[in-house]
Antibody
């Protein structure tokens, strides 16, 4: 059974760094890509970046200077780190496989506030 | 980046009604188009991939079509659980981009 589950702090202070973990099961990170997608409250979906099956990464150009995605295949985990957080980074963050093999986590709500 | 224009932004509809949601890309996307359903609790369910292929477990009342820049999602007969947000997404070129969404509401 394929599952993705996001975890991380619900509250982050402005200017600080967000660290999220996506723990997957039911498939191998060396076979499928994992993406991060976010959604501000009441708004649409924004693609943030991707960890490819071969370890390569790509990022949304609007976030590239602040964003880093990495993984630990032995733990079946993909990590997102984004620095210099501001209030408009508040939202729900999802990890997903996208594409024909398409599964999503439940999302984790992150609030940026002092 | 490819812009995805989704219409309408909201749609009141009745149980049993047939509805169609449209999605237009700012350039041709060679059928690399997915559709998603999002419930109020935030749960996102993939419905269709590569324009017209149903994801496993998706009811056959859902269908997708299109080519070039114009794509659509049709629900042939609305059930109570279909009232939700719907998003299209292109993956022809990076970054993948989403439409702004269509809210399907009970009339």
């Amino acid at each position: 059974q394929v599952q993705l589950k996001e975890s991380g702090p619900g509250l982050v202070q402005p200017s600080q760094t967000l660290s999220l973990t996506c723990t997957v099961s039911g498939f191998s990170l060396t076979s499928y890509n994992v993406h991060w997608v976010r959604q501000p409250p009441g708004k649409g979906l924004e693609w943030m970046g991707r960890m490819r099956y071969n370890g390569d990464t790509s990022y949304n150009s609007a976030l590239k200077s602040r964003l880093s995605i990495s993984r630990d295949t032995s733990k079946n985990q993909v990590f997102l780190k984004m620095n210099s957080l501001q209030t408009d980074d508040t939202g729900t963050y999802y990890c997903t496989t996208l594409g024909a093999f398409d599964y999503w986590g439940q999302g984790v709500m992150v609030t940026v506030s002092s | 980046d490819i812009q995805m224009t989704q219409t309408p932004s909201s749609m009141p509809a009745s149980l049993g009604e047939r509805v169609t949601i449209s999605c237009r890309a700012s350039q041709g996307i060679s059928n690399y188009l997915n559709w998603y359903q999002q419930k109020p609790d935030g749960t996102i369910k993939p419905l269709i991939y590569y324009t017209s292929n149903l994801q496993s477990g998706v009811p056959s009342r859902f269908s997708g079509s299109g080519s070039g820049t114009d794509y659509s999602l049709t629900i042939s007969s609305l059930e109570p659980e279909d009232f939700a947000m719907y998003y299209c997404q292109q993956y022809d070129s990076s970054p993948p981009t989403f439409g702004a969404g269509t809210k399907l509401e009970l009339k």
